[in-house]
């Protein structure tokens, strides 16, 4: 399967890609273990407006994201938003001790053989993507920034009005 390099974009509503010019999630059909649940893939969620989060237990950032995240699938889930992280630890254990300690009430997979990093391009941990209902990237951010919530919101509500 060919490698698709993604470039980062703007998470402010107004600047969301087309969605004509959006690119489809790389391997989506990629199943991936689900902690507490069953095995699954990006693709059975189209539908769904997804934000993919991908995130690991080291990464200092992606603690300050959790409660962002509860807040918006809380906020948005009944809406059509489902969040979906994906965990990047080879050691499954250490991503449960950080889940022990930063709960998370949104999906959790495990990609301990890093298949999507790369396809995604990450430069960055936490790096964030924005899906549309039809599964197509419509707009992503590496790391998190609490004074920019407002416009990855305004993104989310965006997408979910479409």
Known sequence: MALILLPLISTHAADLTPAAQAQ????????????????????????????????????????????????????????????????LDQDAQAAQTFLNTVPANFIIVQDTQARLPEAYGLIGMPSSYLLDRQGRIRASHTGFHTGRVAEYEASIQQLLAE
């Open 24 to 87: 489809p999630a790389p391997l989506s059909d990629t199943v991936l273990p689900r902690i507490g649940g069953n095995d699954m893939s990006l693709e059975q969620l189209q539908g769904k407006v997804v934000l993919v989060d991908f995130w690991a237990s080291w990464c200092g950032p992606c603690r300050e994201s959790f409660p962002w995240m509860n807040a918006i699938q809380d906020r948005y889930g009944d809406d059509g938003l489902v969040v979906v992280g994906i965990n």
